[in-house]
């Protein structure tokens, strides 16, 4: 499974966009980019994945660069029931693979 | 649709006592299952790792066992608690790539 790079802390205005970026120059031609977030005291909840184009949700979009050594989860308006701790995870194609969680970027959105 | 199933949801357990969480999913059929814990204030591990009814990978070697008795059904046991096995215990399903989680189980071992 391809390495992640993180921030491990963000801060993001209230009703701003918070664009977390996620290095994973390792990452095999195979692998989609898959985001959870974990809200604290919860389990983690799936937000978006994609493998080489851009996606949108109504959650979230997600960009990835042409070379996908690197992605951006962006959250267009972010609010305070958005803070969580966010996770980077590349992932094999497939039913099978183990679900890795790295230490992921703690988002906290401020009034 | 899909739903996961994990209890109890807090547990204080003495240490040396036996152990066993369970976890079933509905709606779906041979399902990849994992069960994770997450110590306080650190990150998720992973424990263990089921593609399929018996077939069990264990990630990081401890006390805990994990068993796959049915195909929505996965048990993870220990047969004496340490105090180390605090922790948030999650369980997860997934059919391809998305997973999704249990609410989990907060063990306090005293």
């Known amino acids: 499974d391809a390495k992640t790079t993180q921030p491990p802390s963000m801060d993001c205005a209230e009703g701003r966009a918070a664009n977390l970026p996620c290095n994973h120059s390792?990452?095999?031609?195979?692998?989609?980019v898959y985001w959870y977030r974990q809200i604290h005291s919860q389990g983690p909840q799936y937000i978006i994945h994609?493998?080489?184009n851009n996606e949108t949700n109504e959650m979230a979009s997600l960009i990835i660069t042409e070379d996908r050594k690197s992605s951006t989860l962006i959250l267009p308006h972010a609010t305070l029931r958005d803070t969580a701790v966010y996770y980077c995870?590349?992932?094999?194609?497939?039913?099978?693979?183990?679900?890795?969680f790295g230490q992921g970027t703690t988002l906290q959105v401020k009034p | 649709s899909q739903t996961i199933h994990q209890w109890p949801a807090t547990l204080v357990q003495p240490v040396g006592s036996p152990l066993s969480l369970e976890c079933t999913v509905e709606g779906t059929s041979n399902p990849n299952l994992y069960w994770y814990r997450q110590a306080a204030g650190r990150g998720l591990q992973l424990l263990f790792y089921?593609?399929?009814?018996?077939?069990i990978s264990s990630e990081v070697p401890q006390n805990l066992s994990a068993s796959r008795p049915q195909d929505r059904q996965f048990i993870l046991s220990s047969k004496k608690l340490l105090l180390s096995d605090s922790g948030f215990y999650l369980c997860?399903?997934?059919?391809?790539?998305?997973?999704?989680f249990g609410q989990g189980t907060r063990l306090t071992v005293v």
């Open positions: 390792t990452i095999s031609g195979n692998e989609y």
């Open positions: 997860a399903w997934s059919v391809g790539r998305k997973a999704f």
């Open positions: 994609g493998l080489k």
């Open positions: 089921s593609v399929g009814i018996g077939q």
């Open positions: 995870i590349p992932h094999g194609s497939g039913n099978t693979g183990k679900l890795i």
